[in-house]
């Protein structure tokens, strides 16, 4: 879930965030991906390249060729750069995200709600902001982990402590969203997505 206000507290602090001044370069190393952080980040660069007139289709999900293209090519420059990735999704079962999830499926239908209202004219402004992910998003990020031959773990529960765990058997570095990460004990340290271009 990340904790409020730390991430930008990190970015803004110079002396906290020290090694992030300048051009970051992650090369030569094992490192632990937060597979959920990774869709997002994902999905934003996707967005980010469609041309004007692709409202509907960005924000009501469906490109699964685009984000099946993009983990690809994510992962591709990786092995150019002789990173070594270890991709970490949610399991099923996570009982103390239930409640989460719960709030998370409710938010997403009252989305839905809004756009189809939106797009039929029946709605103004307070929905053009609004986004949803698509049904098989989740799947197809997998399918293309597996595909393109990058080691996925699912544990049975929320990601997280495994995620950590790895992070510290391997002695490498986590790349992710998630501010939780900036207060665990990490010999690597946490790489934050903002500092990666999925292209280079």
């Known amino acids: 879930m990340g904790i409020k206000w730390l991430t930008s507290y990190i970015m803004k602090n110079r002396e906290a965030a020290k090694s992030w001044d300048g ?10 991906i937060d ?12 967005r980010s390249g469609l041309s004007a007139g692709h409202e509907y289709y960005d924000r009501c999900g469906g490109q699964y060729a685009d984000i099946y293209n993009a983990v690809c090519s994510f992962f591709h420059e990786l092995k150019e750069h002789r990173v070594h990735p270890l991709v970490v999704v949610d399991g099923i079962g996570a009982e103390e995200k239930r409640d989460t999830v719960i709030e998370r499926v409710k938010s997403s239908v009252q989305t839905a709600e809004k756009l189809s209202e939106y797009f039929a004219g029946q709605r103004k ?9 698509a049904l098989w998003t989740k799947l197809v990020l997998v399918e293309a982990l597996i595909d393109c031959d990058v080691a996925v773990v699912r544990p049975d529960g929320e ?14 570095p986590i790349l992710t969203n998630d501010s939780d990460f900036f207060v665990c004990d990490l010999p690597g340290g946490v790489v934050h997505f903002s500092k990666i271009d999925p292209k280079h």
């Open 23 to 32: 051009d970051f370069k992650l090369e030569d190393t094992r490192v632990v």
């Open 159 to 172: 990601a997280d402590d495994a995620i950590a765990a790895l992070a510290r058997h391997y002695r490498c």
């Open 125 to 133: 402004s307070d929905a053009k902001q609004e986004a949803i992910l």
């Open 35 to 46: 597979g959920g952080s990774l869709l997002y980040f994902l999905l934003d660069d996707c």
